[in-house]
C-alpha cells in the first residue's frame, strides 16, 4: 500500500462525506454564515460532526458538555444526538461569536435543547459543579487549558462518562519534542494527562479529513 497523497485523501474524505454524511441545510448553513462573519473555518470535518453524534448515541448521553462553541457546528451535531429532553451544556468565551451559534442553533431546529454560558472555560466549568454529571464531554477550545479542561471533564462527569478532545495531532507536530509551540504543548500536556492520571483510560486517533492531518483523543472516565 502507498501511503496516501493529499489529493488521494481528500477525494476520500469527499467520498465518506457524500456517502455516509450527506448535507444537510442545519448545518451547512451554521458553517456558511460563521465563514460569512469572518470566523475560521476550524469547525470538525463533517464526518468527524457524525463521530461526535453517534458517540453521543452510543454512549446514550443525555447531557453533553462542549467546551468551545464556535459556530456551533459540532454542537448542532451533538444536539441531535441527544433525546428531546437531553441537554447539551456548550461555553463560548467571545460574546459574538456565542450570539452566532445561538443564531444558527435555533435555525437548525436543536435550540430548545443547548445552554450557551458565556464566558471562559476555566471561569465557566467550575459553576457547573453542582449540576447533573455530564454523560460526554467535547474539549475544542483553547489547546493550551486542555489539562485544565481534562480536569473538570473528570469532576463535572462519572465513571463511565465519555470525553472527547479535538486536535490532538496538528498536522504532526504533537510528536515533536522540541516544540515552542505553546498549543502544541498544551495537546501534548493534555495527551500525557489521559496517559497518566488515572480517572481516565484513553486512546488517540490521526484523522485525515476536509480539516487536513489532525486527530482526536477518546476517554473514558473510569
Ligand atoms: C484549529 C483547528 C481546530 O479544530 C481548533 O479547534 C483550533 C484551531 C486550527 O486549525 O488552527
Ligand atoms: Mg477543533
Known sequence: MTDPTPDLWRRVDTYLTDT???????????????????????????????????IARISGARRVLEVGTLGGYSTIWLARGVPDDGRVVTI??????????????????????????????????PTLVDEE?????????????NT?????????????????????????????????????IGVQRGLEMLGRDPRFEATALQTLDAKGYDGIAIALVV
Not at 470566523?39 to 453517534?54: F, R, S, T
Not at 460574546?95 to 472555560?121: C, M, Q, S, T, Y
Open 20 to 54: 455516509l454524511v450527506g448535507h444537510e441545510p442545519g448545518l451547512e448553513r451554521a458553517v456558511a454564515d460563521q465563514n460569512d462573519a469572518g470566523l475560521p473555518a476550524i469547525e470538525v470535518a463533517p464526518v468527524n460532526g457524525k463521530l461526535l453524534h453517534l
Open 92 to 125: 463560548e468565551a467571545e460574546p459574538h461569536i456565542a450570539d452566532l451559534a445561538r443564531a444558527n442553533l435555533d435555525r437548525a431546529g436543536v435550540g430548545a435543547k443547548v445552554e450557551i454560558r458565556r464566558g471562559r472555560g476555566a471561569d465557566v466549568l
Open 133 to 145: 454529571p455530564f454523560d460526554l464531554v467535547f474539549i475544542d477550545a483553547d489547546k493550551e487549558s
Open 148 to 184: 485544565i479542561y481534562l480536569d473538570w471533564a473528570a469532576r463535572l462527569g462519572r465513571p463511565g462518562t465519555v470525553v472527547v478532545v479535538d486536535n490532538t495531532v496538528r498536522g504532526g507536530e504533537v510528536a515533536n519534542p522540541a516544540t515552542e509551540n505553546p498549543q502544541i
